[in-house]
């Protein structure tokens, strides 16, 4: 068996036996992977805490037969210390987290943007208490969109996702893949506003700036598109969004 370092995000964890942990982990260079963290269930472990969802690690990796195990771990940054108390930012968190593990598919798979991309939602949402700027809401549909372009499916928001036809249509619809022309829409897609069309494209985008004078209207019409589209998308769909809808 062959070993190596990397360094990933703690995406979840399970209970194995009485005193382990299969750890699910993002990582920078070698995509997700699952693996077995012996004994850090132990009073006497040395880096159990280090081991939680959104815990950013060094780790050193050794090749098992079904499971690899973590056999060495290293603190890099615990990215969600800043929002652990701050309800809609950690649930908004999770749903991240969640979607990342969802949307990389094959363990051992290069995933370097969606790591990337998990890191700085991560961080932008820890800012975020402090800076009191960029609602977790926004922060979370931005990821959304952006994890679903790099994993190959981002709405189309340009042109007709039905026919291809350039321009700002005024109707969206999950199933196509984003905006639609009045021709093409179907039974029941909702009208979308130029205001709201030109939000999703800056959340897309990571344009920022053109998100922060956005009305809270606006906002919640976005984030019902947002939410559609990564329900049609994603099968099984993201248990976690639950707690958002709560909040």
């Known amino acids: 068996m062959g070993s190596f370092n990397d360094e990933g995000v703690v995406l979840r964890t399970h209970r194995l036996g009485e005193a382990d942990r299969i750890i699910t982990i993002l990582t920078r260079h070698h995509g997700k992977l699952r693996g077995v963290a012996k004994g850090v269930r132990r009073t006497s472990s040395k880096f159990g805490a280090r081991l939680e969802p959104f815990a950013q690690v060094d780790l050193q990796i050794t090749e098992g037969r079904t499971l690899d195990i973590f056999s060495s ?25 969640e979607i990342a593990d969802k949307l990389v598919p094959e363990e051992g798979a290069p995933a370097l943007q969606h790591y990337l991309l998990l890191v700085g939602a991560l961080r932008a949402l820890g800012e975020g208490t402090t800076a009191g700027v960029r609602p977790p809401s926004v922060i979370l549909d931005s990821y959304i969109l952006r994890a679903a372009g ?26 196509p ?6 021709r093409c829409r179907p039974p029941g897609a909702p009208a979308l506003s130029e205001e709201v069309r030109a939000y999703l494209v800056a959340l897309l985008t990571g344009d920022w700036e053109s998100t922060a004078q956005v009305p809270e209207a606006r906002i919640a019409e976005g984030s019902g598109l947002v939410r559609a589209f990564l329900d049609w998308h994603v099968e099984r769909g993201i248990r976690s969004l639950k707690h958002i809808d709560r909040t």
């Open 177 to 182: 893949g984003g905006t639609v022309c009045g």
């Open 150 to 175: 790099v994993a190959g499916y981002a709405p189309q928001l340009e042109s007709c996702a039905s026919c291809g036809a350039e321009g700002a249509h005024g109707f969206f619809s999950p199933a």
């Open 73 to 97: 771990v290293v603190s890099k940054a615990l990215l969600g210390r800043p929002f652990l108390d701050d309800f809609p930012r950690f649930t908004a968190a999770e749903v991240m987290v």
